[in-house]
Nanobody, 127 residues
């Protein structure tokens, strides 16, 4: 069974950094588009970043652009989300998700575009 597992969440002060990891089991992340989403209490789940496998291009939502960076380590079959200049508004459960039907990131951030999801990791930004 395909599995995605996130790690690296925790408590960080405003302005701080965290790096989230998304490790895959039973499929090769490099073959597919992989995205990071987040879900804050009382809000809809929203997209943040996506990395295409076909050309290595990445896309970001405006809320994280310039602060977050998505990357991949093929040797470790892991996708990362480096988060810098964190704000209290970044507090959420962060999920990685894979679209195993395409190599390019979807043009929308609709959650149904991704067919495999990890269980999530909590990120709390607070002083």
């Amino acid at each position: 069974q395909v599995q995605l597992v996130e790690s690296g969440g925790g408590l960080v002060q405003p302005g701080g950094s965290l790096r989230l990891s998304c490790a895959a089991a039973r499929f090769i992340l490099d073959y597919y588009a992989v995205g990071w989403f987040r879900h804050a209490p009382g809000k809809e789940r929203e997209g943040g970043a996506c990395l295409s496998s076909s050309d290595g291009s990445s896309v970001y939502t405006d809320s994280v652009k310039g602060r977050f960076t998505i990357s991949r380590d093929n040797a470790k079959n892991t996708v990362y989300l480096q988060m810098n200049s964190l704000k209290p508004g970044d507090t959420a459960v962060y999920y990685c998700a894979a679209n195993t039907m395409r190599r390019l990131c979807p043009t929308s951030w609709l959650t149904h575009e991704y067919n495999y999801w990890g269980p999530g990791t909590q990120v709390t930004v607070s002083s």
